[in-house]
């Protein structure tokens, strides 16, 4: 059974920054793939960070240059750092997994809420 356990949400000042940590359980990040997506009120979930077993990662224009995907293979855990923190970027964050034969996530953490004030 796979659990993906997030962990580091919280309120923060616009410009300031914040960590979040995703442990998996019954799941291995080094081989497969990891993600980060946010839902905002009223809005679609979208993705934020990837990171492949190469560690290739992959973000979008409104957060590139300050979001990190970054994992740590003995722990077994997932972190997206994201420094210069907006308030267009308040939502709920989640930790996503699949296998390296998936094309879609198939594995996602409970959430955690980021807000962001100005």
């Not at 993600?35 to 934020?48: D, N």
């Not at 560690?55 to 990190?68: C, I, L, Q």
């Not at 907006?86 to 989640?94: M, N, Q, R, W």
Request: proline fraction near 3%; glycine fraction near 12%; charge should be positive.
């Amino acid at each position: 059974q796979v659990q993906l356990v997030e962990s580091g949400g919280g309120s923060v000042q616009a410009g300031g920054s914040l960590r979040l940590s995703c442990t998996a359980s019954g799941f291995t990040f080094i081989t497969n793939h990891g993600g980060w997506f946010r839902q905002a009120p009223g809005k679609e979930r979208e993705g934020v960070a990837s990171i492949d077993p190469g560690w290739n990662t992959n973000y979008p224009d409104s957060v590139k240059g300050r979001f990190t995907i970054s994992r740590d293979n003995a722990k077994n855990t997932l972190y997206l750092q994201m420094n210069s923190l907006k308030p267009e970027d308040t939502g709920v964050y989640y930790c996503a997994a699949r296998a390296w034969y998936d094309r879609e996530y198939k594995y996602w953490g409970q959430g955690t809420q980021v807000t962001v004030s100005s």
